[in-house]
């Protein structure tokens, strides 16, 4: 008995850990981020209505606005048809209002008390950011092909490659969880609902007219081309335009791509910080 005793771990002044946290740090992260990222996607599942309703808006930008302009050969900047030059333009921007709006979660989810339950779990923080990453380049996957199928069906001029399809689908996910961190980092510094619309708004059209998604950088004022040289979705439109189009701004593909992932590790990082503070 003695001896039971002399081996016991709380006789001999030995902490035993959770089985959780006995896991290594890299596989608790990647098995956390999965997690997150199947919950996003049942979500996304039981949603799909509303994946619809936000797939009009980029439409209506291509055929409408698009059309209006189609022969527009200044703007088009080498393509035929300006309806091809804006398609990357616009699929970027609709998976940006996919994800500058994903911070309303994370108010939602403090206000249920959903937010603290997830906290107090043994999840490392960055697994919950980045499953929700996860969630949100899903969504703009999704909604990305359906646009890809539409500009199939109208004949409008991509060049269907499969390098290209891939590795623009990648960027673009890449960009969009860059973005849904970003709407954490404010979320979680924001006590209602209505004030982060209302910051989500300010943030999103500034983004997406001060970029090269609706016209190329070259005709842009000197001043407006400085701002857009340091918007990570100028880089997001431009790299999506080579993949899809093999034209594009003066940038190489890779330095698009560098761009996105270096924006992405540091909203991931920048979110992971701050979320811990979106339940005080």
Not at 93 to 108: D, H, N, Y
Request: proline share 5%; with cysteine.
């Amino acid at each position: 008995m003695s001896s039971a005793s002399a081996a016991s771990p709380a006789v001999s002044g030995e902490r035993v850990r959770p089985p959780a946290l006995a896991v290594p740090a890299p596989l608790r992260l990647l098995a956390g981020a999965q997690a997150m990222a199947i919950t996003e996607l049942q979500k996304l599942r039981h949603d799909y209505l509303d994946l619809i309703t936000r797939s009009v808006q980029p439409l209506l930008w291509l055929f409408v606005f698009g059309t209006a302009l189609r022969h527009n050969h200044e703007l088009a900047a080498g393509t035929s048809d300006y309806r091809a030059y804006i398609a990357p333009g616009v699929m970027a921007q609709a998976a940006l209002f996919i994800a500058i709006f994903f911070g309303l979660a994370v108010i939602w989810e403090r206000d249920v008390g959903q937010l603290q339950r997830l906290l107090a779990t043994p999840l490392p923080r960055t697994a919950i950011v980045l499953g929700k990453a996860v969630g949100s380049g899903v969504r703009a996957f999704v909604q990305a092909t359906l646009l890809l199928i539409v500009l199939a069906i109208a004949s409008i001029g991509i060049r269907w490659s499969v390098f290209g399809v891939i590795g623009a689908l990648v960027l673009l996910v890449l960009g969009t969880g860059s973005f849904a961190c970003m709407s954490m980092l404010i979320a979680a510094g924001v006590r209602t609902r209505e004030r982060f619309m209302g910051i989500g708004q300010l943030i999103t059209m500034p983004l997406f007219f001060a970029s090269s998604a609706l016209y190329p950088l070259s005709i842009m004022p000197g001043w407006l081309h400085v701002v857009a040289r340091v918007n990570p979705l100028t880089y997001e439109v431009q790299g999506l335009r080579q993949m899809l189009l093999g034209v594009g701004g003066s940038g190489e593909l890779w330095l698009d791509f560098l761009v996105v992932i270096s924006f992405f590790v540091v909203m991931v990082a920048a979110a992971t910080r701050a979320y811990p503070r979106a339940i005080l």
